[in-house]
Structure formats: structure tokens, C-alpha cells
């Protein structure tokens, strides 16, 4: 007795499902066509496109060429429509090869400061094998802020790198995000502005701005915040001049009062003083209810501003003491410390003061640190 074919073989895909089979698997076409067409999502990524003033007069001229040609059926008007149209298509075509395989980085500063102007260079690598791209505009992005500054590259040959730079001066100080590049172009013809966003994530600390600040001269002694008397150590200065003995370091032979060689001199060096100075930020946003009410948005934004002033005060006094010599520890009413000194520099106080926010009141009476006046501390 011949057995009877499957369902799965003579039934259609549908029916087959219906009776419990398993479907047809479909041929190769489908597949390739499948996997083209996920290609091309991936591939793809969305434009831009604004017309330009002169784009505008274009658009219209060829509307108004294209009314007359279709109304008087004149060849010469369908021939003029042709062209203007061929160099809508021309326009697009070029400023799309314009815009492939652009590679764009920035290289940002190792310090920015508000108040002072620094430099973001952008660089722009054109990956393609043998198509040039022309009048390449990049614009920077950055979060939370308008996008002002550009750069424009005329002309990037194939497998070659062009650098350009744009100048920022910062108005605020804290942590800025660049997110990614804006890149166009108006190539051939100007009369379309063809653009694409590429992501890009940056981060660039701003410091807070420093003002000049001339510190009172200072003494000797514990009152100063020295770290002790003098005596001999391993600093700078030359403490006391006696004979050279047998195991002393040649490097401190003081060659201007050794007259003999069998008579050497010897410098010792004095014993470093450390000068600890110490500020003291006070970040809580408001203070408890006052008569049983909670601040005004005014006496906030009055309250934000002194923040501020606070900040740029304390940061153009650390710089001064760490010029001077001294360590310099910076407190805040919410817990946080950082401290500093001239080996280390002024960066770790600077970084602390930019990225440093109010908070709200969440820490409890008596707990908060000594606060001290400006002026006394410096």
C-alpha cells in the first residue's frame, strides 16, 4: 500500500499552519531580499534638508516655468523645465556623496576657565576611496546650549584628514556634554542645505573664574599655620654652613666658601613650612521655614547668585595660596572636602568648585562644620 504524501507537501503555507504543519521555507530570493532590505535600514540614516534663498527663487522660477509649459505646450518651456529639474536631481545627488563616510572627532582642552577663551579643534577624516568632499560645515552640539560655533572645510580629498578650530569663551562654570556633530553642506549649487547629526558624547569641566587677590604678608609660628619651628630638613632655603664629613651628599657642597679642596663646605637646607589654610562652602539651597514659610523664588535666585560669588571668591584665594606655598582644604556644609597643595596644584580644588551644586536641606541641625570668614582664613 503507497503511503499518502504529507499535508506539508501539497497543502498551501496557510493551510499547512492551520493543519499543525510547519510552513514552507522560503526560497533564496525572499531571503536575500530580506536581508537587502535590513542592510539598507541599517545603512540608512535620516536627512536634513532646508532650502536656501536662492533655492527658494529656484523653486519658484521652475513652478512658474512648469505652469507655463503645461498651459502653452511649448517644447522649448518642457526643455527649460527638463534642466531645472535635472539640477534639483544633480543637486541632491552630489551633496549626498558630499556627505558619506564623513568621520568627525574633537579634541577638547585640558582645562577651561569662564571668562576665558580656548580652543576646540575638530577634525574631519573623508573615508572614501576616490570622491572628494566640498563645502563641509561642522557644527558643534552641546547639551542645553544653542549651537554657535562652526567650522567649514572647503575641499577634503579621498583618504586624507582635514583639522579646523573654533574659539569658545564659557559664560558658566560646571560640567559641559558635547553629544554630537552637525554636519552639512550647500554643494553644488547652494540651492539646498543638505544635513546629518552624527553622535559624538564629550565631556569638558568648566572652573569657575579667578580674580587677582593679593594676600597679606604672613609670620612665624603656629598663628601662621606653620607646621613648626625652624630647623634643618630637606627644603630650599640654606639653614646653617659647616665643614663636610664623611658621608655627606656632594650635591650640597656650597662651592663659593670651599676654597680648598681638603676644606670642603657644606649648605644645610632648612626644614620646609607648611602653611594649612581652609575655606568653608555653605551649599544648603534654603535654610529651615522661616515664620512658618518656605522662601521666595527671588530670595532663591538671590541666594544662587551669592552660591556663585561664593565659588569665584573661593577659588580666586586657593589659587593665591597655592601660589604662595600654603595647602589649601576646601569644606562644604554637606560634608564633602577636598584638599590640595603646590606639589599637587590647583586643579583638584578648581575641579571640586566646578562641579560643586546646592543641595537640598537634608542635613540635621549641629552636624554641619565650623564656618569660617574669608577673610580670617586667608
Not at 522560503?26 to 535590513?38: H, V
Not at 558630499?98 to 574631519?124: D, F, M, Y
Request: aromatic residues 6%.
Amino acid at each position: 500500500m503507497a503511503l499518502l504524501p504529507s499535508p506539508n507537501q501539497w497543502l498551501p503555507g496557510w493551510m499547512a499552519r492551520l493543519a499543525g504543519g510547519a510552513a514552507p521555507k522560503p526560497d533564496g530570493r525572499s531571503r536575500l531580499r530580506r536581508r537587502a532590505g535590513s542592510y539598507r535600514r541599517k545603512s540608512m540614516w535620516p536627512r536634513k534638508l532646508k532650502f536656501t534663498r536662492e533655492g527658494k527663487y529656484f523653486l519658484g522660477i521652475t513652478l512658474g516655468v512648469g505652469l507655463a509649459a503645461i498651459n502653452t505646450g511649448n517644447n522649448l518651456l518642457y526643455l527649460l523645465l527638463g534642466m531645472m529639474l535635472a539640477l534639483i536631481i544633480v543637486s541632491g545627488v552630489m551633496s549626498e556623496l558630499s556627505l558619506r563616510t564623513l568621520r568627525v572627532k574633537r579634541r577638547l582642552p585640558a582645562r577651561a576657565q569662564v571668562g576665558r577663551s580656548h580652543l576646540v579643534e575638530i577634525e574631519v577624516y573623508n573615508n572614501k576611496r576616490s570622491v572628494p568632499s566640498y563645502a563641509i560645515e561642522v557644527e558643534d552640539l552641546r547639551v542645553d546650549q544653542p549651537a554657535d560655533k562652526r567650522c567649514f572645510f572647503l575641499k577634503i580629498s579621498p583618504r586624507s584628514t582635514q583639522i579646523a578650530a573654533y574659539r569658545r569663551t564659557p559664560q558658566r562654570r560646571g560640567l559641559e556634554r558635547h553629544t554630537g556633530f552637525r554636519i552639512a553642506t550647500r554643494f553644488p549649487f547652494g540651492l539646498f542645505e543638505k544635513s546629518r547629526e552624527v553622535e559624538s558624547a564629550d565631556e569638558l569641566i568648566i572652573y569657575p573664574a579667578v580674580d587677582p587677590v593679593r594676600l597679606p604678608a604672613r609670620g612665624h609660628g603656629e598663628d601662621a599655620g606653620d607646621a613648626g619651628p625652624i630647623g634643618r630638613g630637606c627644603g630650599e632655603e640654606i639653614y646653617a654652613l659647616r665643614p663636610m664629613r664623611e658621608g655627606d651628599d656632594p650635591r650640597d657642597i656650597y662651592w663659593r666658601k670651599s676654597t680648598r679642596p681638603d676644606q670642603l663646605v657644606l649648605r644645610e637646607r632648612a626644614r620646609e613650612v607648611h602653611h594649612e589654610v581652609e575655606f568653608v562652602i555653605d551649599v544648603v539651597r534654603s535654610q529651615a521655614l522661616i515664620s512658618g514659610r518656605e522662601p521666595t523664588p527671588e530670595e532663591l535666585a538671590q541666594r544662587e547668585q551669592h552660591f556663585e560669588r561664593r565659588i569665584r571668591k573661593v577659588a580666586s584665594h586657593a589659587v593665591a595660596h597655592i601660589r604662595r606655598g600654603d595647602r589649601v582644604s576646601v569644606i562644604t556644609t554637606a560634608g564633602d572636602r577636598v584638599r590640595s597643595e603646590p606639589t599637587r596644584g590647583i586643579d583638584p580644588i578648581l575641579r571640586f568648585l566646578a562641579l560643586l551644586g546646592m543641595v537640598d536641606p537634608t542635613m540635621p541641625s549641629g552636624t554641619a562644620p565650623r564656618r569660617s570668614d574669608l577673610g580670617e582664613a586667608a
